[in-house]
Structures are given as structure tokens and as C-alpha cells.
């Protein structure tokens, strides 16, 4: 008998198997292309983390269906972890300096010049964008000898997002980070609008995040047409002076409308602040000293 005819004419294996086939290479597509709807990528560029995924060894990832990609590797002491930072725990009359930058290298180089002036340390919290935009900006910080750290890749409310989005968020602001300054950033993470709670705190700890907020910031971003001035600036950074106050100021503007406050501001924050008695102070005191190789 012949095969073909043994079979009911509405299942012929070959068929059968091709539309088999098809099936599973349809469904391979929309699981490759399912990612969290972050709106972290442009949908252009895909070409882009793929290459960069691969740069960097793969950690356990944090979320159940979580992403990949580089943890910083530098311990961080207790006092930092399963908090939210927002003074330096320090009883000594200090102060830190930080600038967070997400849109923009407006001012940049007049806040590097009086830094660079007065001897003073600061820490930079750049989003993944802004170095992936302004890569020289974000190197002209790291080589004037200043902290460079994490404030997200696309600057989104973390509570809008999944576990998963807020990790992807986290590894891409780190992988970018690294591209631009050729070296690992801080272990410091620095929450967009300074929205943070228990259960995210934990998730960048778990990442090898320390979640470093602020004492108090400048307001300076607002600008003029925020109704604020550089003298406005100055006392909101003085108004919560204490041991360990950190005071948060911004690189660029959100309007491109200018002037940049903070960097106006900036030398007369630091000549008020020492006038009181008080030193610049640099976050990454807060880290663990590392060996000195021996001789």
C-alpha cells in the first residue's frame, strides 16, 4: 500500500512539518524581540547592546527574569548598605560636594575651573545618556581627578517600572559609564528625583550599588525663570550645613535657557562653607582604603 494514501489526506507529514517549522521560528522571533518596556533603546539600536552586553561578564542577575551585565567590584562597607544615604556618617565638620548631569555640559567647564581652583573635590552622578551624548565631558571629569558615579541611564521614575526595567536601568547606566571613561565608575548610585524605598534601596545593594541621595540641593537647575538666583543657591546649600552634609548641585540645563546657578554659585558655596570651619570632603572616603601592594 502506499504510504501517502494510508494517511488521512488532511495531515501529510511533510505539511505537517512545515507548518511545524514555521510555528516555532515565529515564536523564536517575538521571544528574541520581548524585551521591558523601559524605553530605554531606541528600537535603531539593537546593534548596540548586543556589544556591549558582551563586553562584560554576566552576574546573577537581581529579578527573576532580570538582564545581565558588569557589577562594580569594589566592597562597600556595612554603614552603606540597606539605606538610603543622605549625609556622610561622619561626626567631622565636612562637607561633599556632588553635581549630578543628565542633560546637558553647559557649565561644565566653569564648575571644573573653580574646583580645580579652590582644591576641591566633587562627585559626578551622570546618567547613561548623558555619557553615551558628551563622552569628552564625562572624561574631562574623571581627568581632573574627580568621582565619577551612576544616576541612572535614562533618568525614568523607578517606581514606574518593573524589576527587571529598573536592573536593565542600573547595568545600561553602568556599561555606558565605562565605555566613556575607559575605567569602572563608583560603586554609587544616585536614584532620578531622589525617589527611593526599601525594596529598590536593596536592588542596587544587591548590585553592588551603594544609594547615595543628598542633605540638600541648590534648586539652582530652576534657573531664573524658576524664580531662582545664585544667592537663592548659596543659602539652600548653607541652610542644612552640618557634619556630613551632601549638597546636591547640576552640570547643563533642562531648558537650555542659561545661566547655570550652580555654577555661579559654586565659589561662593565653598568659600562660605570653610569660612564656617568646615572642609570639602570627597564620597569616596566612604569606600575602604585598597592595600598597598607590598614592597
Avoid at 567590584?73 to 556632588?98: E, F, I
Avoid at 557649565?107 to 551624548?133: I, M, N, R, S, W
Avoid at 542600573?170 to 569602572?184: S, Y
Wanted: hydrophobic share 45%; proline share 9%; charged share 15%.
Amino acid at each position: 500500500m502506499n504510504q501517502r494514501t494510508a494517511l488521512p489526506s488532511s495531515q501529510p507529514p511533510r505539511i505537517l512539518g512545515r507548518v511545524l517549522t514555521t510555528v516555532a521560528a515565529m515564536a523564536a522571533i517575538v521571544a528574541s524581540a520581548a524585551v521591558p518596556a523601559t524605553g530605554l533603546t531606541p528600537p535603531d539600536r539593537p546593534d548596540r547592546l548586543a556589544v556591549v552586553a558582551a563586553a562584560a561578564p554576566a552576574p546573577a542577575a537581581v529579578c527573576p527574569t532580570g538582564t545581565t551585565g558588569t557589577t562594580p567590584t569594589a566592597a562597600l562597607p556595612s554603614n552603606l548598605l540597606g539605606r538610603t544615604v543622605r549625609t556622610m556618617p561622619t561626626d567631622r565638620q565636612v562637607v561633599a560636594l556632588t553635581f549630578n548631569s543628565a542633560w546637558d555640559e553647559t557649565g561644565l567647564d566653569t564648575v571644573l575651573k573653580v574646583l580645580h581652583d579652590y582644591q576641591a573635590p566633587a562627585t559626578f552622578f551622570l546618567t547613561g545618556q548623558f555619557a553615551e551624548l558628551h563622552p569628552a565631558a564625562a572624561r574631562s571629569m574623571a581627568a581632573a581627578g574627580h568621582g565619577i558615579a551612576s544616576h541612572s541611564y535614562s533618568h525614568p521614575h523607578f517606581a514606574d517600572l518593573t524589576c527587571s526595567g529598573r536592573e536593565r536601568e542600573v547595568r545600561l547606566a553602568d556599561q555606558a559609564l565605562r565605555a566613556a571613561i575607559g575605567t569602572a565608575p563608583l560603586p554609587f548610585f544616585r536614584f532620578p528625583y531622589g525617589e527611593t524605598n526599601a525594596q529598590q534601596v536593596a536592588e542596587v545593594n544587591a548590585m553592588g550599588f551603594a544609594n547615595i541621595e543628598w542633605t540638600d540641593d541648590t534648586n539652582g537647575y530652576l534657573g531664573t525663570a524658576g524664580g531662582m538666583t545664585v544667592q537663592k543657591a548659596v543659602n539652600r546649600a548653607l541652610n542644612s550645613l552640618a557634619p556630613g552634609e551632601i549638597i546636591q548641585m547640576h552640570v547643563g540645563d533642562p531648558n537650555g535657557r542659561g545661566p547655570i546657578l550652580d555654577a555661579l554659585a559654586l565659589p561662593l558655596i565653598i568659600d562660605a562653607v570653610r569660612a564656617r570651619g568646615y572642609e570639602i570632603a570627597d564620597l569616596r572616603t566612604l569606600l575602604p582604603t585598597p592595600a598597598t601592594p607590598a614592597a
